[in-house]
């Protein structure tokens, strides 16, 4: 792709692209949250959390969805990506059920607020940005990484003070990541002006990438702000 169109005054298209993208956002975010309502109030939450096979088996399909989306974004019509979005979206609404239980209404609602605020700053940031993020791709995936190992030592050894630690530094990770997600959905359209489907297709799957983002940051903030406020 060219560098100087890709730096040229953003178009009304691409405005109304990322528009559509942030509507696919909401969409899941809404599914999620019905679906972990609908999981707790039907009595499905206590089938799932009963049974650790149930359980795993629910994770690994919300992780199947994901590296299918990513792997058959290109071969996929558009209705199977529309699906795929959607399932995994209900998916974590199944496993995002346990905050319900876990936190309170105040805090759930106060994080979700938070969350929201500084999801909506990042992409802004990410849509004006003219810093080319790719160059800090590798710090990136490798700080993902480095979280992810992190956060397996702490499942393990459960030391409070260590525990914060990996949340503060998840926000500040996925800070990040949230605006090299928005600044790739501005390189995605550029490289596939004209092509409708193409760009329908992206718009979800940028939308998963932003979905993942504003998850992660919200759970990340609410262990910060919601700890000692369990539910008793």
């Known amino acids: 792709m060219n560098d100087n169109v890709y730096y040229n005054d953003y178009s009304v298209t691409l405005r109304k692209h990322m528009a559509k993208t942030f509507v696919w956002v909401f969409?899941?975010?809404?599914?999620?949250?019905?679906?972990?309502?609908?999981?707790?109030?039907?009595?499905?939450?206590?089938?799932?959390?009963?049974?650790?096979?149930?359980?795993?088996?629910?994770?690994?399909?919300?992780?199947?969805?994901?590296?299918?989306?990513?792997?058959?974004?290109?071969?996929?019509?558009?209705?199977?990506?529309?699906?795929?979005?959607?399932?995994?979206?209900?998916?974590?609404?199944v496993t995002m059920s346990s905050v319900l239980l876990v936190y309170t209404g105040d805090v759930i609602i106060i994080a979700f607020a938070l969350a929201a605020m500084m999801f909506l700053s990042l992409a802004v940031i990410g849509y004006r940005t003219k810093v080319n993020l790719d160059n800090f791709s590798g710090i990136l995936v490798g700080g993902l990484f480095a979280l992810v190992l992190a956060s397996l030592v702490g499942m393990f050894f459960r030391m409070s003070g260590f525990q914060l630690l990996i949340c503060y530094a998840g926000i500040a990770l996925f800070m990040g990541i949230t605006v090299w997600d928005t600044q790739k959905m501005?390189?995605?359209?550029?490289?596939?002006?004209?092509?409708?489907?193409?760009?329908?297709?992206?718009?979800?799957?940028?939308?998963?990438?932003?979905?993942?983002?504003?998850?992660?940051?919200?759970?990340?903030?609410?262990?910060?702000?919601?700890?000692?406020?369990?539910?008793?």
């Open 27 to 93: 969409l899941g975010l809404l599914v999620t949250a019905v679906t972990a309502f609908a999981t707790i109030y039907s009595g499905l939450f206590y089938y799932v959390y009963s049974s650790n096979l149930v359980y795993f088996g629910v994770m690994i399909a919300e992780i199947a969805c994901v590296i299918y989306l990513s792997s058959r974004i290109y071969h996929m019509s558009y209705s199977g990506v529309v699906v795929s979005y959607f399932l995994y979206s209900i998916l974590t609404g």
């Open 186 to 232: 501005k390189k995605h359209f550029y490289y596939y002006q004209g092509d409708e489907e193409m760009l329908a297709k992206l718009s979800i799957y940028s939308a998963l990438e932003l979905y993942l983002d504003f998850i992660n940051i919200f759970l990340y903030i609410i262990r910060i702000i919601g700890n000692g406020k369990h539910r008793d």
